[in-house]
């Protein structure tokens, strides 16, 4: 039996092969129907490693340690069935095996080497890129599939989303030409390719392209229905187009509508409903009640580092709520995380994590100086942290309005004479960048 890409899969149900190759084009695709045809794969073949693993790899993604006991009891069924897989699979287990360790660089560089034997494991690369883009390795998520293209021709299946994960490793990098170029050339192919159209969205928002976002992104509600939480991802780079045309009542529209519709408390969604209403408080616009459940759930997750980028979400909704003792409860268990665990992201927590959940705290708190020297020496730092530069964006916002606040207006000009000259077509930060002139300007003649 083979793969979809014509790999070797130790099954001898043909059911089970067939199944493996929908699971796995339900997979880059972010289908609702993902993990129940994970399971139909098993069902067909109890015996099949790899529908174990891939188990195990689905839970991981879920991107929180409430699930981690699922994904370690697929791995041990995985690792009792593997010795009789192929050489390729095997090195599937032992990825999932250090990933749900906590060791991320090791699963990459396991990847890695599969992928070296075998450049059109098409799962292998997606998760890959995945890790990659929650370590912040922006080269990694270009150079992966760059090193592999060549080894795909057009009429394989999957090679749509090779077009679409390099697409975006472009765009991480600034090279938008060639990431707008490949992002459209997959979504022409594959238009349920959901990364690819991600990609392209990301290219318009650095280069504020705002209306041609609305445009590239404005489907119908349904459109995207049978899709997993990656989708509400889609519709808060709407939101956030539609934020800079100041179109705040829009945007609040379409957060009550599908960014945080069902009070998911999926981590993309945690992480979309609370850095979209950060930007708007950010400029002044009151979002009602729309924090209250944001803070409730942040309470109760308290502990789950499974990523640390969404920690920083927790503590935005917590000091936004002026929940300082919750607040303060989530700093001393990242602490805790970063003195004693063993994984890789203990040292993102104790280096990045922590002081970027200390500079928002402080913000909240009125203590924009401290907010200042909590934030400041992470500009331009922060990548291993995780997410895109437009997810990370919310942490200059941050420090812009505390420099401001603050009246540390020489520091003031220079982070929005950067933001103008990198984003010449934002209009909110060319405003801004006026005003704080006009400013020191004025205090000079004084």
């Known amino acids: 039996m083979q793969d979809p890409q014509g790999y070797a899969l130790t099954t001898a149900s043909a059911a089970a092969a067939g199944l493996y190759g929908q699971a796995q084009r339900a997979l880059l695709e972010y289908r609702l129907s993902t993990m129940a045809t994970i399971k139909e794969t098993i069902a067909a073949d109890p015996g099949f490693a790899l529908a174990h693993c891939l188990r195990g790899y689905q839970f991981m993604m879920y991107g929180s340690f409430a699930v981690l006991p699922q994904a370690r009891a697929a791995l041990a069924t995985a690792e009792a069935l593997a010795a009789q897989a192929t050489r390729r699979e095997q090195q599937h287990v032992a990825a999932l095996r250090h990933w749900s360790d906590g060791r991320i660089g090791a699963a990459v560089s396991t990847w890695e080497a599969l992928l070296a034997e075998h450049p059109r494991d098409i799962v292998a690369l997606r998760l890959h890129h995945f890790n990659c883009f929650w370590s912040g390795r922006a080269h990694s998520l270009r150079g992966g599939p760059a090193a592999l293209l060549e080894a795909w021709s057009e009429d394989l299946p999957g090679y749509g989303n090779v077009l679409g994960m390099l697409a975006f490793g472009y765009e991480e990098c600034g090279q938008y030409r060639e990431a707008e170029r490949f992002g459209r050339m997959a979504v022409e192919r594959n238009p349920d390719d959901l990364w690819a159209i ?249």
């Open 198 to 446: 991600h990609a392209v969205a990301h290219v318009l928002e650095m280069e504020d392209r705002q209306q041609e976002g609305i445009a590239w992104l404005s489907r119908p509600v349904e459109a995207w229905s049978d899709r997993n939480p990656f989708k509400g991802h889609l519709w808060w780079h709407l939101a956030l187009f539609q934020l800079e045309e100041g179109r705040y009542d829009e945007v609040l529209a379409l957060y009550d509508r599908s960014v945080q519709n069902d009070g998911s408390t999926f981590y993309l969604d945690i992480q979309n409903a609370a850095s979209l209403l950060a930007r708007l408080a950010l400029r002044g616009v009151d979002v009602g009640a729309r924090w209250d459940s944001l803070a409730d759930f942040a309470e109760k997750s308290i502990g789950d580092h499974a990523l640390i980028f969404t920690d920083l979400h927790y503590m935005m909704a917590l000091a936004r709520k002026q929940r300082f003792g919750a607040a303060e409860r989530l700093l001393r268990s990242m602490e805790e995380y970063a003195e004693g665990g063993a994984a890789d992201a203990a040292s993102v927590v104790r280096q990045l994590g922590l002081p970027l959940c200390r500079g928002i705290l402080a913000y909240e708190q009125g203590d924009y100086p401290g907010a200042i020297g909590h934030l400041a020496p992470l500009h331009n730092n922060d990548a291993p942290i995780g997410a895109s530069h437009a997810q990370r964006d919310i942490l200059d916002q941050y420090l812009i309005e505390a420099t401001i606040r603050a009246r540390r207006l020489g520091q003031a000009r220079m982070l929005l004479a950067e933001r103008v000259r990198l984003r010449p077509g934002n209009r909110d930060a060319a405003a801004r960048h006026r005003a704080v002139v006009a400013q020191l300007a004025q205090e000079a003649r004084a």
